[in-house]
């Protein structure tokens, strides 16, 4: 037996797994796109390659600075061109299932989600602590897993020494009337640098004591309205950066091996 990264699934009726689907859509929709949204799920590694290329045709030193300018930023900051370009909080003060390795048994996005929950308790909304805390409790208003699906992404498996990261993010943003909602996830392998898996939770805000759905109380909407305009921050800076190192990698190859008078630089064996 290997080691597995395998989340819950929860079947849904074809007909309503459909309806929910085609609502995340709408929804998701209202918002712009993700500059990664058409790029293949290796665009990060094809990158490199991109580069390495353009080295073995020869670079002038000021070309060589550019492209290591490039290779810089995605080894440091490939969580935020990934997730971040998608409206995922990468930050310290937001990521609450970093660099988990992958072990002997299960392993899924559950922890995370309610680590997610704990950290506006934490770090967010600590004056509210007390009924952020309770969300995973029955006790008064509680959070409900309604329904979650999985997709897996085409990649090898994952196993040790691999690492996990788990993002959260909002797919729609709340109202005043909300009683449920959807969190996308992304669970991203940090030795391959790509998404492993990715899953769409629907959540219930369930009233305990009265024993029925409830509306989330005035201070999380706003919370999680605020949450909600980061995600669409992160999302326009980081697809911007994206596009940006993009466009420098196709300038690079325009200069180097994607000319007319090009010649591969064969080294001392070319001589």
């Given amino acids: 037996m290997r080691p597995s990264l395998r ?6 009726p074809a007909s309503r797994r459909a309806a929910q689907l085609a609502y995340i859509s709408i929804r998701q929709r209202s918002t712009a796109a993700a500059a990664t949204e058409s790029l293949s799920p290796r665009w990060l590694a094809d990158v490199k390659q991109r580069l390495g290329k353009c080295m073995t045709f020869g670079m002038k030193p000021e070309q060589v600075v550019r492209a290591s300018a490039v290779l810089e930023a995605v080894a440091r900051d490939w969580r935020e061109l990934v997730a971040g370009s998608e409206g995922y909080l990468t930050g310290e003060d937001r990521r609450r299932f970093y660099r988990h390795a992958v072990v002997w048994g299960e392993m899924d996005s559950m922890s995370a989600r309610v680590n997610w929950t704990r950290n506006f ?17 029955p006790k008064s208003l509680g959070l409900i897993l309604r329904s979650i699906t999985t997709n897996y992404k085409n990649m090898q498996p994952m196993k040790w020494p691999d690492h996990i990261s788990v993002y959260h993010k909002l797919a729609s943003e709340p109202t005043a009337e909300t009683d449920s909602f959807i969190l996308d996830v992304v669970i991203m392998s940090e030795l391959q640098q790509r998404p492993a898996a990715r899953c769409v939770e629907d959540i219930v805000v369930y009233d305990y004591q009265a024993g029925k759905k409830a509306p989330l109380l005035p201070f999380m909407v706003d919370a999680f309205r605020k949450t909600w305009k980061l995600q669409e921050e992160a999302k326009r800076v980081n697809s911007e950066k994206v596009r940006g190192l993009l466009k420098e990698v196709r300038a690079l190859e325009q200069e180097t091996w994607d000319r007319e008078d090009a010649v591969e630089d064969m080294g001392v064996a070319g001589q």
């Fill in 7 to 12: 989340p819950l699934v929860v079947s849904l």
């Fill in 121 to 137: 308790a934490v770090d967010i909304d600590p004056k509210h602590r007390k009924e952020w805390t309770e969300l995973m409790t």
